[in-house]
């Protein structure tokens, strides 16, 4: 292996670690939400604004690190990242209420952030006829880092073990990836294609516009399910960390073997089969109970696989022009708009409780019409999305052909 190919490796495996710690904070912050609740007696409200700083302080460090990625490049990015990641991790642990947990999860949003403006741009410019695969393969990490921290979460809340351990386990992983990143040395910057006044100048391409919208959809319908897991089917009979474990683990699975597919039905069309599936999904969770919920699960995973990373990869092939800017505020859009639909989906949990509990129903019976409730109103987001891309495709079929319009596989 030549020292160019060693590098290239040992980046890729420090970005898919970073990512990993990222996911982790996802899923355990989920695992861990009604600890939270009880420890510190926060409604569903509140809970919805912390999670909500996690959402919050990602888009801000996209759109900070996007503007300045061609000025300081990605290794600075991922050591400011790692810095945040520590720091909001032991802010978590010593948390003492509301507040603090506000800030501390603000802390780890912003690095979740610096690990998504700094790793994309890389990833694009260390494969750059393989960008829409390998950014698939990349974004692997995340679920696979939800399905790692999904099953800690549970194990470690089996057993007993406080929510303050759970934060910590993510310590070791984060100092791997800090450490990897330190050592590395990173390729230079292009400087002659790395304009950012010329990236910012290409944000106002309709096409990207439109695409800017759909990641709010996107991104709303894959997280905003994901980070109320757990309080959404805690009472349907089914293990919310499970179902979790297994929706990740799908996604993972099919963010691997991206390449042929991507290559086979181009990224518009999978990105409609995708808004497809997740819709039959998260509809047919809003109606199971029970060992139902594992397979309407199922559908939800392969409909939400391909959304985040095919919509960077889209936006990187047919907008090359916005640079690591555009695949920063793509990505920051979309978990800007869950920062603000968490609280509404926490009110909309609240509501349907108590409203379930106005008509003499069990505590067991409203949560469990509460989470139906909140999934059906989540239908939304994806039906919305058929119409879209539908549109995207319409509009990929009969625009010009490029030459330089083919996708890798």
Not at 40 to 54: H, I, T
Not at 325 to 338: E, P, Q, R
């Amino acid at each position: 292996m030549s020292e160019t190919s060693t590098q290239t490796s040992r980046l890729f495996t420090a970005s898919c670690i970073a990512l990993m710690v990222t996911a982790m904070t996802f899923a355990i912050r989920a695992g861990i939400l009604t600890q939270l609740g009880q420890d510190f007696s926060l409604s569903d409200v509140e809970l919805g604004w912390v999670n909500s700083m996690a959402f919050l302080g990602f888009p801000l460090a996209t759109l900070i690190g996007g503007a300045i990625y061609n000025a300081i490049g990605a290794k600075k990015l991922l050591i400011a990242a790692f810095i945040c990641h520590l720091l909001g991790l032991v802010l978590t642990i010593n948390a003492s209420g509301f507040w603090s947990l506000l800030i501390s999860t603000f802390f780890i949003g912003f690095a979740n952030g610096a690990v998504e403006a700094g790793c994309n741009p890389l990833i694009t410019a260390l494969y750059p006829d393989n960008k829409t695969t390998m950014l698939n393969r990349f974004h692997v990490w995340f679920p696979g880092g939800i399905v790692i921290g999904a099953l800690i979460s549970k194990l470690m809340t089996d057993m007993g073990l406080s929510w303050q351990l759970q934060i910590a386990v993510m310590l070791l992983p984060a100092l791997i990836y800090g450490l990897l990143v330190l050592k590395q040395e990173f390729p230079p910057l292009d400087r002659a294609t790395t304009s950012t006044l010329a990236n910012i100048k290409a944000l106002a391409s309709p096409l990207f516009l439109f695409m800017l919208i759909c990641m709010t959809l996107t991104a709303t319908t894959e997280l905003g399910t994901q980070q109320w897991i757990e309080r959404m089917l805690g009472a349907s009979g089914a293990s919310p960390m499970l179902i979790m474990a297994l929706i990740t683990g799908l996604m993972a699975f099919g963010r691997y073997f991206a390449g042929p597919l991507i290559h086979r039905f181009n990224p518009a069309g999978v990105l409609l089969a995708s808004a497809i599936l997740a819709t039959t999904g998260i509809y047919a969770m809003s109606l199971a109970s029970g060992w139902t919920v594992y397979p309407a699960a199922i559908l939800f995973a392969l409909g939400v696989t391909y959304f985040w990373p095919t919509m960077l990869g889209f936006v990187a092939e047919n907008n090359p022009q916005t640079g690591a800017i555009g695949l920063s505020v793509i990505g920051g859009m979309g978990m800007f708009a869950v920062s603000m639909w968490n609280p509404v989906i926490g009110s909309w949990i609240d509501d349907a409780r108590n409203q379930a509990l106005a008509t003499q129903a069990s505590a067991a019976q409203a949560e469990l019409v509460a989470g139906q409730t909140v999934l059906s109103n989540l239908t939304l987001f994806p039906l919305t999305l058929i119409l879209a891309f539908s549109l995207l495709c319409c509009y990929q079929a009969f625009k010009k052909p490029r030459s330089s319009a083919a996708i890798p596989g």
